[in-house]
């Protein structure tokens, strides 16, 4: 029987808060805003493209939100991996469970023009079966229906797949998808935002994932 694993991007694969922090700051005081700080950006990152600005920023005209966006993207793709890595041991249980028969799959809700720059640099030797973001679009987490059609595609039922996220959009998504909810604790959030969230398993540490994910 097939099965798979979902990993969200930010705060889970790869450390970016550090990046994505930078090229918003450079958006927002181009445009005439205050930057913020790194500790304002970590509850925020995760979301979609809208939902990253209005949190940071509170709400604002929907065409004055996509502005600040449009000019994020083009430091993100310039600037957005000068200081981002994997995580320690992510690579390595990535494929292990490879090798155990696991098919992983990389889900985030970057946009897929947000997304390209990491690719080359960091996602491609780590063998996941699909890549796909999907913010911006109407699959942005936690709607399930990308989930459940990349399910499909692969042939895995939704009692073997589970979704690993270090944030609330994660957990959503596994729920709303009906698989396994796996929440991270190195990346953005803490354990009582992830349970709250829908997380039935937690895991500290990468390695933990290969006593989880089984």
Avoid: H
């Amino acid at each position: 029987m097939a099965k798979a694993v979902f990993f969200d991007l930010d705060g889970t694969v790869l450390d970016t808060l550090e990046d994505i922090a930078d090229c918003m700051n450079m958006a927002l005081e181009e445009l005439g805003y205050q930057p913020k700080t790194y500790a304002e950006y970590r509850p925020v990152v995760g979301n979609d493209a809208p939902n990253f600005v209005r949190k940071l920023l509170g709400e604002m005209p929907y065409e004055e939100l996509m502005r600040i966006w449009n000019c994020y993207i083009p430091y993100v793709e310039k600037y957005g991996t000068l200081k981002s890595k994997v995580f320690d041991g992510l690579k390595e249980v990535i494929l292990t469970l490879k090798e155990r028969g696991f098919k992983p799959v990389l889900y985030t809700n970057k946009t897929p023009d947000e997304l390209v720059p990491f690719i080359d640099k960091f996602l491609s030797d780590i063998g996941f079966e699909v890549i796909e973001g999907v913010g911006g679009t109407k699959y942005s987490k936690p709607c399930p229906d990308r989930v459940v059609e990349i399910l499909k595609q692969l042939g895995v039922d939704k009692k073997d797949a589970y979704f690993v996220g270090d944030g609330e959009t994660d957990m959503f998504t596994a729920t709303n998808s009906g698989i396994n909810a796996v929440g991270v604790l190195w990346g953005n959030r803490d354990e009582g935002q992830l349970l709250e969230s829908g997380a039935k398993f937690i895991a500290k540490k990468p390695c933990d994932l290969l006593d989880i994910i089984k």
